[in-house]
């Protein structure tokens, strides 16, 4: 599996930013969970959002909730993270990641360590 993250940049505070991932490899999407991450200089990598598998739930983090949505588009095997009022403590590497687990079990995986692949990175600056 590869994931290929886009569309970070350099903002103002109050801007709006799209991210977008895209998955290929030898399996299916939409049999992964999908979410984004973000690390800041000298903190850890911090949970953002993530969707089940056919879209039907997602979870955000309390830090994001109400600017940030999360969507995916199974036809096309891509992630999207649409980042909206962004604020200067949102500036980080970006991350989007898949969780492969077979359970029909909603349960959407908020740490890190749960995910299975890991894309490169997208580096957002939002200047005050």
């Known amino acids: 599996v590869q994931l290929q993250a886009s569309g970070g940049g350099l903002v103002q505070a109050g801007d709006s930013l799209k991210l977008s991932c895209v998955f290929s490899g030898r399996t299916f999407f939409e049999s992964h969970i999908m979410g984004w991450f973000r690390q800041a200089p000298g903190k850890e990598r911090e949970f953002v959002a993530a969707m089940w598998k056919s879209g039907a739930n997602a979870a955000i983090a309390d830090s994001v909730k109400g600017r940030f949505t999360i969507s995916r588009d199974n036809a096309k095997n891509t992630v999207t993270l649409q980042m909206n009022s962004l604020e200067p403590e949102d500036t980080a590497v970006y991350y989007c990641?898949?969780?492969?687990?077979?359970?029909?079990?909603?349960?959407?995986?908020?740490?890190?360590?749960?995910?299975?692949?890991w894309g490169q990175g997208t580096q957002v600056t939002v200047s005050s």
């Open positions: 990641a898949a969780d492969r687990r077979t359970s029909v079990l909603v349960t959407i995986p908020l740490k890190a360590y749960d995910y299975d692949y």
